[in-house]
């Protein structure tokens, strides 16, 4: 135990409080100390004082204090060595290898957008020079450029407690961006939260930061996140989680008097769309790779696999019976918390009872707390589609999959799907002209279009979209995973005619050029 | 008269209906024919499914073919000649001259949008290409690029019958983009309405485009809007006018099943704040050019310089005097409808009865029909301080002149002001310090910040910004204005591991390229 307090990080200030919990490991259901205390109202009017006065000596940093300041958090997470893969193990059940793989991921996170900052193409510069001689009037001198937005509440997700938590993707592209963060921690995994928050809070000392750039608040109640997201000097929230906590957060944002947009990633059944001549060749492969998504993390992924479109055939009867048989044989992997095992469960049995639904294979029992059984179901098209229940996602390693008569049916099921994370298809080229009347509708239900893989693996890089059309996140405009995410907490600002001394570096004349700019309507290199 | 017949174009359709309403000349209010049909329940569920059905043959048009289709506006538009400023003239007041500059501006705009939708760069084609011996796994290939949201509704303003109505910036940026456009007409200019949607219906049809892609439907009462809002297949919306016009249709946007973006231009005092030594240098010169401003069009502009801040001397002395004598000789002009002279007679008279404000100017007093008599009025920044509504919009040729003790009140002023479009400061190098030390505040409380100038006349090019931080637009993270107003109606989508033969032109390799993309985290030029 590397000496945790379990208190608030209120700016530079470290708090106590009168209320507290704790954090449960899952696998045993043991009671892990310390004592974690529930930030109350003070911290909560203190944090965002104090983000709000860094605010401006934060958004105005040279880009490359921004970057060098990432750069310290991801070698101060590194630092904080085995101590931080044990605690997370403990508090979350997931195993050593994948906690150290999603350290690397929230490490080079962190370095990607650092170099993001340096790039500078995501202050969007814009320079019209003025012209004077223009008839019937001259045109001034116009020079744009993006800067934060403001003060960003951040709220981690249980199932990446390292990747997108305290130091997650959402804080660092609003870090980079020049917006103060105050994380609202998951209390599922509240030992990591401090740690990770101690590698923040060293690097803004280290650097030289103001304080009030980073805070966390700890709570087990809702009234911490939604008193953060009312405070008028938050102007933009971060959220991955359930869809009822992310239509929450909306509903206070769009209802303050100032409304802020919120960034919720929330909820996808991420479907699978597996057709005749790829089943027909490769069921048996299919299948297996798709238990292994399926189950991959108890199944603990934003974009599992949770339905599965195919058409009726020998191909699929195929697919069923050897997915059927690898379900069978998973081994039960423990749960983030009890209660995520329970919405399991009940989501689960749920699906057992409803009418046309067939359990068709299910993994080992494993009467371990807060273990996964996984479960995979079979339903028609024609019951699915009467059944707008069926399309919900139940949290975990389970998966239904809709049969359907012909490809016009699939289609009309398909064009019943909410927004989605993803949308995977899997097809040989004699298959490509049916994918290609599917694909439009596709596009339009979600951010990612995956062809002859598995959703499950979100890569960082810049073309990546994690994001989708409502329910699957809050805003389709945007991603919360990848170089874009910057753009999310910026606002444009546009100079007219001001002299070259009180421009920002990036619209002046010879001032710092980012990789990528427009002149007169021009892109132009650096 | 050019034939009008005061029908809606639902689609391809001209309908009639059973209520009607007529337009009226503000100058004389006499009631100009024809009577024009209220839009009715099927006119907007038939336009919104005739929207949906052309979304996906219109989003996928070749750029040129959409580039072209814009071009064919404008010039459909010009081919109205003089009767559509006749018209315009009529049902708004407008002077001729002023409405030939705004139809320049218009058909300029979709010409811009039409080298835009070429340009190519608003797609953001991302591509990371995939690293099959990358350790410890392989990366996919991942290309990204933004498609069309989905239809839009775009709501006429009342102060740009041409620029910021049927054929306007939310339109150009909307159809730019690939989404197709249900125009509700403004009901004060209802004979202009028709005859610009001529114009694009001729356009579709001359192009061969889906009937969908445009629709106007007219009407006075709130039902209408609202129920186009609330339609599940709208995807965005464009609005400009009044701050409760937009907040109410922001509600029912952000209360419906799925919500969706509005993009409000709502309300904006856009403070001009005069140095002391550009006073003390220019109080005359500055007092008429910002009374030629506070006047123009009769000041109805969202951009019109409704509050000036200053420092007390004689340098502000000089320039009060002068600007009263300005605005005592200004010339009554016609406002654009009699509710909108009332409104503004009514915060006139409000301010007057105001305590601790002064009367310092009043235009000519001209007793014709819907005239607005220009107003200036004079208030402490105690006072100011202390009463909130003083900082609201008096829509027309009304300002207020905010005197402050000193540089510190000036900032807390300026801090206490909402979220504006524009903010303008005049100074000499001498006040440059005391710029610096207001300018960041400037630069989160507006969208656009004007050296030595004035906010009204807004250029249409790449880096305008004409948005700004609630309320002056609902979303300050865009523009209505210029080249980046086509972003408020795209999203991203990602493909991943796709055969070329299935990815969209612009994201293959050999297809067609962009003015600039994103290739492996470098930008690459067209």
């Given amino acids: 135990m590397t000496n945790l307090t379990g208190e608030n990080f209120v700016g530079a200030e470290r708090r106590s409080a009168s209320q507290t919990f704790s954090a449960i490991n899952p696998a045993t259901e043991e009671i ?39 750069e310290a958090i991801a070698d101060n997470i590194l630092e904080l060595g085995d101590a931080l893969l044990d605690r997370a193990h403990k508090e979350t059940g997931l195993p050593i290898a994948r906690l150290s793989g999603e350290r690397g991921r929230t490490v080079g996170q962190l370095r990607m957008f650092a170099a993001e900052v340096r790039d500078g193409a995501w202050m969007d510069v814009r320079i019209d020079p003025a012209k004077p001689d223009r008839e019937p009037l001259p045109r001034p001198d ?37 917006c103060p963060v105050i994380v609202k921690g998951h209390p599922a995994h509240p030992g990591v939260c401090e740690l990770i928050s101690k590698a923040i809070a060293e690097a803004v000392q280290g650097r030289g930061l103001h304080e009030g750039v980073f805070s966390l608040l700890n709570g087990v109640s809702h009234e911490l996140g939604a008193a953060l997201v009312g405070d008028p000097r938050i102007k933009a929230v971060g959220f991955t989680g359930s869809q009822a906590g992310g239509l929450a957060l909306s509903k206070i944002a769009a209802s303050r008097e100032e409304p802020i947009p919120v960034y919720a990633e929330m909820s996808a059944v991420n479907p699978v769309i597996l057709m005749p001549d790829a089943l027909a060749h490769k069921a048996d492969d299919l299948a297996h790779a798709f238990v292994s998504s399926l189950t ?24 069923t019976k050897a997915a059927a048989g690898a379900i069978s044989g998973s081994e039960a992997q423990t749960m983030l918390t009890p209660n995520i095992r329970q919405n399991y469960d009940s989501g689960v049995s749920e699906l057992e009872h409803e009418s046309g639904v067939e359990l068709i294979g299910r993994g080992k029992n494993t009467p371990s707390p807060s273990s996964c ?12 589609l009467a059944s707008p229940k069926l399309a919900q996602e139940v949290f975990g ?43 439009p509708i596709l596009e339009e239900k979600a951010g990612r279009l995956i062809a002859n893989g598995w959703p499950t693996g979100v890569e960082v890089c810049h073309a990546m979209v994690h994001g989708g059309p409502f329910p699957a996140t809050s805003d389709g405009r945007s991603t919360s995973v990848g170089s ?43």
Same sequence: chains 1, 2.
């Fill in 484 to 526: 874009a995410a910057i753009d999310r907490f910026l606002r444009p600002v546009c100079y007219q005619d001001f002299p070259s001394s009180l421009l920002p570096d990036a619209t002046r004349d010879g001032g710092a050029q980012p990789a990528v700019k427009r002149v007169d309507g021009q892109w132009v290199l650096r």
């Fill in 32 to 70: 892990l100390g310390p004592v974690f205390y529930e930030a109350n109202n003070t911290d909560i009017t203190d944090a965002c004082a104090k983000a709000e006065a860094a605010f401006l000596s934060y958004r105005t940093t040279e880009p490359e204090t921004r970057a060098s300041f990432l």
């Fill in 142 to 178: 116009l020079r744009s450029q993006k800067i934060a937005i403001g003060p960003v509440v951040v709220f981690g997700a249980s199932n990446f407690p390292l990747a997108f938590s305290v130091a997650g993707g959402d804080t660092a592209s609003a870090l980079a961006a020049g």
């Fill in 397 to 439: 390693a389970s998966s239904l999959i809709v049969t359907c008569d012909s490809l016009d049916q699939l289609k009309l099921a398909l064009n019943q799907l909410e927004g989605q994370l993803t949308a995977t298809v899997h097809f040989t080229e004699k298959d490509e002209d049916a994918v290609r009347f599917l694909l």
């Fill in 373 to 384: 059984r996984p479960a995979l179901f079979s339903v028609h098209a024609n019951q699915w």
């Fill in 296 to 319: 991959l993390g108890a199944g603990q992924f934003c974009t599992n696999p949770g339905i599965v479109f195919a058409l009726t055939g020998k191909g699929l009867d195929d697919f």
